[in-house]
């Protein structure tokens, strides 16, 4: 056996034999350890800190003596002067092998490190983005043997980095000769590399050692809301998100109107488009700002959106969507860059990956939550539903996966409801009635407390309770079905008939009023025939879509329902079933997976084989069209009833009774109503 020292690295368990005098470094590159470095080994990035450990390691087989690693050296003591040092630590390029030693990569040392993401079912991201920094040191030039700037530069990063073939566009180019000498021939290049055509491109350059980071946007274009994750590219850590309503709402509230307009106005897709592409710059500016980063560090960006968003941020006019057989321009993943969609905010070369879209109908979103969820390698039958504006669903298993959208419309955001509003603090979001008072209590955004609650009057103070968002109007509705306000046909019954005078008559229907501030000034908030109605349609279109799939995939139940999307996460499993938006399953199988979406957006921006993996899933997902099959229509009518008019709910009626309540239009005593809702209270 060789006398050469013997490494271990933790947690990888690589290990093997190296002479003295071997860098760390070295030896975890030859053994595949996943060490990070920037500067190559030059002892001034600090990107390949590691920590060796002494004494005895019975499962390694190894003892570890004092001097197993080379003395701290000037190169660590200068860089522990300049920016500490954590103790324990060495520079794994300074550092070298003397003797038999187990040394453990921490976290932030390794390149593909994982990035825990929050649903706890959820795996883990792992690094690898397109986009990387290189630090080269690249030779001056010579006239005696004449070469550009930039074939030194190539050099340098094939000799020191193993990488050939770059690229570079003139705009970088501009300011490579400049760069090259005020960092004295040392530089740190941004270098793309994705499975889309061509070569590895320097998308940026620094003199010296660059150190302020390199930063990508995960964006998640809908038709009401643009939502953007400004992340660490290097670390995966998201430093900040935030959101904006689509500029586009002018336009029109839904995909269809937004169509229309470009299809009635000549002109009309270009001033959405630009609409669209100013709203994104605004709020890269305002993400940038709120992190403090510069955004022209903005070097990648990721969109995920449907199909209609999709053509209008890319300029094309998107009329064919609005019609069978609803053809796309293009479904594959696109490699773009800002300039080529005008956009104005972020580095003039990031580069802009879009993921493939499915179908006409179904789009890059659609494939970003089959990135994130991975319906595909599911071994039960789960149905994954985005519910937004326009709902997308997902139905598979390893063997098949089939998906479809449906229009359910803006209901489920708070929009077409009397009282509706935006998920906003104040906004009514959690509501329970009791079956036997009919009296509700509710629950408001920014409070933990229900309204029957001691301080809640206090804690709502500021807000005040002013409306009702999309979770509540689902919990309201749901509620009222199971306390025997609303029957199975949606409709409301008046005081007599359910006992509370609560129930009022507005016109000759009747509401339910969930609030009533109305002495102080405040709001009275009600639940209207119109606002069940509303919610009636949208829940009907996005149980008929997940039936739809449910027959072609020829299953009348499903092992386990996904709620996805930014409101998804908020809507209560039971209630959801109580209203029949979903297929019945047992309850702790309707799981939440909060903005799969956008966490498909930013899996594609930091992992580069992503890309490749959702390019070749979208090729197996089978279209399932909506809005041309008759059975859809028949559903929808059948889905119209709470929960539904012939399909079992037998999961649900395990856990809830329904009582059989059937009001007619007329409403009964009027008179016994009115003298109610005198005596009510608020
Ligand atoms: Fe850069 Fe060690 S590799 S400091």
């Known amino acids: 056996m060789s006398n050469d020292p013997l490494v271990v690295f933790t947690p990888s368990g690589k290990r093997g034999r190296f002479p003295a005098g071997t860098p760390v470094l070295a030896a975890a590159r030859q053994l595949g350890v996943d060490l990070d470095s920037v500067c190559g080994g030059r002892g001034i990035c ?39 040092l954590q103790a324990g630590r060495r520079l794994g390029c300074q550092a070298t092998l003397q003797g038999d030693v187990v040394i453990d990569v921490p976290p932030e040392s390794q390149v593909h490190k994982q990035v825990i993401r929050k649903a706890a079912s959820a795996r883990p991201i792992i690094m690898d983005p397109a986009t990387r920094l290189y630090f ?35 705009s970088l180019l501009a300011k490579l000769q400049k760069t090259l000498r005020k960092g004295n021939w040392q530089v740190t290049v941004a270098l793309h590399r994705d499975n889309g055509p061509g070569r590895p491109r320097i998308t940026e350059i620094w003199p010296g050692l660059h150190e302020t980071g390199l930063y990508g946007l ?78 022209a560090l903005i070097l990648e960006t990721v969109f995920v959106c449907n199909p ?41 070369r990031a580069r802009i990956y879009i993921l493939p879209c499915i179908a006409g109908h179904v789009g890059a979103d659609a494939a970003a939550v089959a990135l994130s969820e991975e319906p595909g390698k599911s071994q039960d039958l789960v149905l994954i539903v985005d519910v937004g504006t326009n709902a997308e669903l997902l139905l598979g298993n390893t063997s098949r996966v089939l998906a479809c959208s449906s229009p359910t419309g803006p209901a489920f955001e708070g929009a077409q409801i009397s009282s509706g509003q935006r998920a906003a603090p104040g906004a009514i979001e959690r509501v329970e009635i009791d079956p036997v008072s009919k009296e509700p209590r509710v629950r408001v955004i920014g409070c933990d407390l229900w309204s029957d609650e001691e301080g809640f009057a206090e ?25 025997g306000i609303v029957d199975a046909s949606g409709l409301i019954g008046s005081a007599a008939q359910t006992g509370t005078a609560r129930c009022v008559p507005e016109g000759r229907t009747h509401s339910y009023l969930l609030h009533d501030a109305s002495d102080t000034g405040g709001p009275r908030i009600l639940v209207t025939q119109g ?51 979903i297929p019945d399953a047992p309850l702790d199988k309707v799981t939440s997976a909060g903005n799969a979406a956008g966490t498909g ?45 012939t399909d079992p709910f037998p999961e649900l009626s395990k856990i809830v009774t329904l009582p059989e309540a059937m009001f007619n239009a007329g409403g009964g005593n009027e008179a016994d109503g009115g003298r109610r809702r005198r005596r009510r209270g608020a």
């Open 46 to 84: 600090s990107k390949c800190q590691i920590t060796p450990s002494y004494g005895e390691f019975p499962k390694h087989g190894v003892t570890v003596s004092e001097g197993a690693l080379s003395e701290w050296n000037s190169v660590e003591q200068r860089y522990a002067d300049k920016r500490g």
């Open 136 to 170: 080269v040191e690249v030779e001056e030039p010579d006239m005696h043997t004449p070469t550009g700037d930039l074939e030194r530069l190539e050099r340098a990063l094939s000799e020191q980095w193993e990488i050939s073939g770059i690229t570079a566009d003139l």
């Open 218 to 295: 995960a964006i998640d274009l809908g038709s009401t809301t643009i939502a953007a994750h400004l992340t660490d590219l290097e670390t995966g850590i998201v430093i900040a998100s935030s959101g904006m309503m689509n500029p586009q709402i002018r336009f029109g509230e839904d995909l269809m109107s937004r169509v229309s307009y470009a299809m009635m106005n000549p002109g009309g897709d270009a001033e959405m488009t630009a609409a669209v592409r100013n709203g994104i710059d605004d709020l890269t500016r305002a993400i940038a700002a709120e992190a403090g980063i510069d955004p």
């Open 308 to 348: 209609v968003m999709h053509h209008l941020l890319l300029g094309l006019d998107p009329v064919e969507l609005g019609q069978a057989p609803f053809a796309l321009a293009t479904s594959q993943a696109l490699h773009l860059t800002a300039p080529d969609l005008g956009l104005n905010a972020m580095n003039p």
């Open 459 to 483: 804690a709502t103070a500021t807000s005040g309770i002013t409306g009702i968002c999309g979770s509540g109007i689902i919990e309201a509705v749901a509620e009222m079905r199971m306390a």
């Open 531 to 581: 606002d069940i109605r509303a919610i009636q349609l949208a829940k009907s279109a996005l149980y008929a879509g997940a039936r739809l799939l449910m027959d072609e995939m020829g299953v009348d139940k499903v092992d386990r329902v996904v709620l996805a999307g930014a409101f998804g996460a908020h809507i209560s499993s039971k209630h959801a079933l109580v209203l029949g938006m």
């Open 601 to 645: 957006a930013r899996i594609a921006l930091c992992n580069v084989a992503a890309r490749a993996e959702i390019e070749r899933v979208v090729g197996e997902i089978t279209k399932v069209e909506t809005a041309i099959e008759p059975r859809f229509q028949e559903h929808f009518v059948a889905a119209n009833a709470i929960p539904h008019k």
